[in-house]
């Protein structure tokens, strides 16, 4: 099992950047795909981005697509979710997860295995 943990988020002005790190711990982190997911008050958990366990592989939600970007570094058990342009919509509690690469749908929270704990991103104007 991977344990994950995310740090990083704050407050940010509307235009700013933050960039947030997800830690895991466990031999096995580099064999699974990676996802950022982010929850807002009274709405659900949605996709923003994914990566293949190669790192090769990509996916972010359209509202996201030019300003974040999702990067891997398997030697340091480190993920990172770098996100430019921030808007107050952006605003939202952030979390990481990790998948079984063989699952294809990437977007669905159910089809993901350990979950950190969260890490708040509040962009005010």
């Known amino acids: 099992q991977v344990q994950l943990v995310e740090s990083g988020g704050g407050l940010v002005l509307a235009g700013g950047s933050l960039r947030l790190s997800c830690a895991a711990s466990g031999r096995t982190f580099s064999s699974y795909a990676m996802g950022w997911f982010r929850q807002a008050p009274g709405k659900e958990r949605e996709f923003v981005a994914q990566i293949s366990a190669s790192g090769g592989i990509t996916n972010y939600e359209d509202s996201v697509k030019g300003r974040f970007t999702i990067s891997r570094d398997d030697a340091k058990n480190l993920a990172y979710l770098q996100m430019n342009n921030l808007k107050i919509e952006d605003t939202a509690v952030y979390y990481c997860?990790?998948?079984?690469?063989?699952?294809?749908?990437?977007?669905?929270?159910?089809?993901?295995?350990?979950w950190g704990q969260g890490t708040q991103v509040t962009v005010s104007s």
């Open positions: 997860a990790v998948r079984p690469e063989y699952i294809r749908n990437f977007v669905d929270p159910r089809f993901y295995l350990s």
